[in-house]
């Protein structure tokens, strides 16, 4: 992975779960959609599928910006670790196509039957909270700086 990678911490997290929520917005309405996504660890982009005729897609054409969230459902306080991230999302390029099946596939081997409608979440930004580290801690990554702060 590049040096400007996040946390290892924050990698671990999203490779252990598998359902993100997306958040985009179009004339000031907001709107959230759940999706399964696989992590492609050479690039450092979530891939999911998601059809062309969806709301959230459409907005996702009009605007490449998008926000999202990744979480552990537990009721334990100590336990509580989420992700919230922003960037862009768009179709892969053509040399992308291949490895970002690949990852999605490997992930979920039962899609290959399914016509896959493939797009990619580039993060520029990611807060990561994990309880576990101790209470409200939180770890910060920024593409632009390539740097995990902590607070």
Known sequence: METNSPDPRIIRFIRKHHVMTIATC???QPWCANMFYAYDDASGFLVFTSDAHTRHVAEIVANGKAAGSI???TK????LQGLQLSG???????HEEGSMRKAYL??????AM????????APDYLKYTDNTLGFGKKLFWEKEKGETKKA
Do not use: M
């Open 26 to 28: 179009s004339d000031g």
């Open 71 to 73: 979480v552990l459902e």
């Open 76 to 79: 334990v306080v100590g336990r």
């Open 88 to 94: 862009t999302i768009r179709k892969p390029a053509q």
């Open 106 to 111: 490997t992930r979920f081997p039962y899609a």
């Open 114 to 121: 399914a016509d896959l409608n493939l797009w990619i979440f």
